[in-house]
Nanobody, 123 residues
Framework: QVQLVESGGGLVQAGGSLRLSCEVS????????LGWFRQTPGKERELVAA?????YYAESVKGRFRISRDNAKNTVYLQMNSLKPEDTAVYYC???????????????????WGQGTQVTVSS
C-alpha cells in the first residue's frame, strides 16, 4: 500500500521559513515526478513545485521555494522561505506514476496523495 505522509506545516510570521517533508512508503518513486500542491477554500489545487527529470516552480514561488528529494530516504522536501500571507494553504505532496520527463500541472494526473499539511502565514 502506497502512503505519502507530509509533515512540517504550521504557523509562521510573514518573512519566515518552513520546510515540508513528504515520506513515501510502499513504493519507490525515484523515476517519477513528485510534486507539491496547495489548496485554499473555494480554489482548485495548484501545483507549487515538482521534480522529475526537470524541476517546475509556480511563478508565485520562484526564488522563494525549493523542492528537493532524497531518493535513499524516499522523501521529498519543500523549503519555503520569505513566506507571505498568500502562501497560506493546505499543502499536499503527490506522485505521478506515469511520468518522469514531463511535469503535469493538472492535479488529476497525480494518482497518489498525502493527507495534506496546513501552512498559515500571519501578516
Amino acid at each position: 500500500q502506497v502512503q505519502l505522509v507530509e509533515s512540517g506545516g504550521g504557523l509562521v510570521q510573514a518573512g519566515g521559513s518552513l520546510r515540508l517533508s513528504c515520506e513515501v512508503s510502499g513504493r519507490t518513486f525515484n523515476r517519477n515526478v513528485l510534486g507539491w500542491f496547495r489548496q485554499t477554500p473555494g480554489k482548485e489545487r495548484e501545483l507549487v513545485a515538482a521534480n522529475g527529470a526537470t524541476t517546475y516552480y509556480a511563478e508565485s514561488v520562484k526564488g522563494r521555494f525549493r523542492i528537493s528529494r532524497d531518493n535513499a530516504k524516499n522523501t521529498v522536501y519543500l523549503q519555503m522561505n520569505s513566506l507571505k500571507p498568500e502562501d497560506t494553504a493546505v499543502y499536499y505532496c503527490a506522485a505521478d506514476r506515469d511520468s518522469y520527463y514531463v511535469i503535469e500541472r493538472d492535479w488529476g494526473k497525480y494518482g497518489d496523495w498525502g493527507q495534506g499539511t496546513q501552512v498559515t502565514v500571519s501578516s
